[in-house]
């Protein structure tokens, strides 16, 4: 008897430290999931009595093309979670990289969110929200239970991309592609140059001999960042950094070559102009090394599969960045 109850008491689980096991299992996979790098959104809707309600989720998915589908979780703790499974409609609102504070109202309690923003309500009854880099207009196609958890599966009913770089979110703090790009950055000579691209066209400008050319800039003191805030008053204010594209040494002049991948929301260019790369010759280009990155842009763009050059003006490697 007295074995039986040795064995039977060394099995027994203290409640206490099992819950504390629970909770580090617990931060742990918050932890493990935080180590997928995330874009930012807002997730609104409205009452039936029109009050806009959102929170801050970087739980987004796309799910299909055909019919166009997307999700986005919800915790079933959360004081919106009765309107959102059951308004009908919600949409996607992806954060712009200048908007971290935007994103911290909506991940705080407060009485009203949507106090000094700029929204507008949408067809389908949703706040869209001023600024960002896209927004998707959606109808519920399904609320699927998921733990503690639902997932709200919409149906896109109307879209817009404005061309904004993205905010970035990992391992629980915000990042910017373009910040986190710049520290690839060294040496004390940089030109700065940004491919400002719309479409199938990429903002180029005319050199002195009559050559296409890139917006460029040596960087002062002021960094990487200012640098490209003036390129981009310049030629397009509403352009924006996504990532550096190409990073070279030129070995003859000494300078560090550092090119930024930027986007736009329209081809109103201030200087400059628009242009497609079809057609154009290797040697109507500045120099060759311009000419080589441009050419493997129009190629990669047709894919919407990019890659980062690192090395000098004549070789190196591209290393796959994104799809």
């Not at 927004?135 to 639902?150: E, L, M, N, R």
């Not at 520290?183 to 491919?195: D, F, L, N, Q, Y």
Request: aromatic fraction near 10%.
């Amino acid at each position: 008897m007295s074995q039986t109850t040795s064995e039977t008491t060394s099995q027994v689980v203290n409640p206490a430290t099992s819950l504390d096991i629970a909770k580090q299992k617990a931060r742990e996979l918050r932890d493990a999931f935080g180590a997928f790098m995330t874009g930012v959104t807002i997730v609104t809707t409205a009452s039936d009595d029109g009050k806009p309600l959102g929170f801050t989720a970087n739980s987004f998915s796309s799910v299909s093309l055909d019919p166009a589908l997307l999700l986005v979780s919800i915790a079933k703790t959360s004081s919106n979670y009765a309107t959102f499974s059951n308004t009908g409609h919600f949409a996607i609102n992806i954060l712009a990289e200048n908007q971290k504070d935007l994103s911290n109202t909506f991940a705080r309690p407060s009485e009203d969110r949507f106090a000094n923003v700029n929204w507008q309500l949408s067809e389908h009854r949703n706040p869209l929200l001023g600024e960002v880099s896209a927004w998707f207009d959606c109808t519920t196609h399904a609320v699927i239970d998921a733990g503690d958890h639902a997932l709200l599966v919409g149906k896109v009913e109307a879209f817009h991309s404005a061309g904004f770089a993205g905010l970035g979110y990992y391992r629980g703090g915000y990042f910017t592609p373009a910040k986190v790009s710049a520290e690839v950055i060294a040496g004390p000579k940089v030109i700065v140059s940004a491919i400002i691209a719309r479409d199938d066209k990429v903002l180029l400008t005319r050199t002195a001999d009559n050559k296409w050319s890139l917006p460029s800039k040596e960087i002062g003191k002021e960094g990487a960042d200012k640098a490209l805030a003036e390129l981009f008053a310049k030629y397009q204010p509403d352009a924006s950094a996504s990532f550096i594209y190409s990073a070279y040494n030129n070995t003859e002049t000494h300078y560090q070559y550092i090119s930024f991948l930027c986007s736009a929301p329209d081809e109103a260019a201030v200087a400059g102009e628009f242009v497609s790369l079809e057609g154009i010759e290797a040697s109507e280009f500045q120099d060759g090394a311009l000419a080589s990155m441009l050419q493997r842009y129009r190629k990669e763009s047709q894919l919407k599969s990019y890659g980062m050059y690192y090395g000098d003006h004549s070789n190196g490697t591209v290393r796959p960045l994104l799809s």
